[in-house]
């Protein structure tokens, strides 16, 4: 599977945050020992990329870096990190309608940031700059379902696309749990909360159903955000996935047999990289991992 991924994303750091450069680093590493995987270089998006999603003032605010946002810093050049985060996952996507599965392994994540608003670590929503850069493309995708199995609800790319008629949203996601909202359906919008401590078996059952959401649209292109922090032992979280959960909802989504790119959102325990690692053997070999957990 083609990976990007550039090092340069593991340059920014506000120490005692959960969104830690290890997450990459560690995973990028971890990938690395696969000879299947080939890795290229993540390159920033244009202006008018981020603009077909956010607002003017949005990204006038990221890049002068005037904005006091607890939970999403800013920080020495994270302007250029949002860019090239975002650059990364157009990569994906493009290279995904091309027929290639690909991953974006990237941070910051962007499925929180709304077209006004930087919140939840997300500057940049990247997954929904990806989306409408090839909705716009000549010969690009009709149709695109987002399916986003970050344990937070993605309330930014929601709100992008709330009512837009070529993309389908669907999220799986904690509820009680921030950021609050996709409690209910609408529109474009199916989301399915679920309850702190969910475990595998129920999960994969309403994933099914989600998944029949997705094929009833009847999507051209998957894009998947991919947060791990549904994992029963993420610092941030209280639900209850296993490892190989994860490998299980890769061989779920490449069973739609759609062409379909991944991006990182969140996912903050040590054990990022085997929960991204067993994705994507599920979604490319249709493999399960052992738990190999002590
Ligand atoms: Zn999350």
């Not at 679920?194 to 595998?200: D, I, K, L, M, N």
């Not at 994933?207 to 649209?217: C, M, T, V």
Request: charged fraction near 25%.
């Amino acid at each position: 599977m083609k990976i990007i991924y550039s090092p340069e994303c593991a340059g920014y750091e506000m120490p005692g945050h959960p969104e830690s450069p290890r997450r990459v680093l560690a995973s990028a590493e971890l990938l690395k020992q696969k000879p299947r995987h080939q890795f290229v270089a993540a390159q920033p998006c244009v202006e008018a990329d981020v603009l077909r999603a956010h607002s003017k003032r949005l990204l006038e605010t990221v890049r002068s870096g005037d904005f006091q946002e607890p939970d999403t810093p800013s920080l020495p050049g994270i302007f250029g990190h949002a860019l090239r985060s975002a650059g990364a996952a157009i990569h994906a996507a493009e290279l995904a309608w091309k027929g290639e599965p690909v991953f974006s392994l990237m941070r910051p994540p962007g499925h929180h940031a709304t077209k006004e608003q930087m919140m939840g670590f997300c500057y940049f929503n990247c997954i929904a700059i990806a989306v409408a850069r090839l909705l716009e493309a000549k010969d690009g995708p009709k149709r695109v379902a987002i399916m986003d199995f970050d344990c937070h609800h993605g309330n930014g790319t929601q709100d992008i696309f709330y009512k837009h008629e070529r993309v389908l949203y669907v999220s799986l996601h904690q509820y009680p749990c921030y950021p609050g909202t996709g409690l209910e359906s609408a529109f474009n919008a199916h989301n399915y909360p679920v309850a702190p401590h969910t475990e595998e078996k129920f999960y994969l059952e309403v994933f099914d159903k989600a998944l029949g959401e997705a094929r009833k649209f009847g999507p051209d292109l998957i894009a998947v955000s991919a947060g791990f922090d549904a994992y029963r032992r993420d610092p941030i979280t209280q639900m209850g996935l296993e490892i190989g959960t994860f490998a299980k909802l890769g061989q779920r989504l490449a069973a739609l047999k759609r062409p379909m790119f991944a991006v990182l959102e969140g996912g903050y325990s040590s054990k990022l990289p085997k929960c991204i690692d067993a994705f994507l053997d599920g979604w490319e070999l249709g493999v399960v991992p052992k738990e190999t957990e002590e």
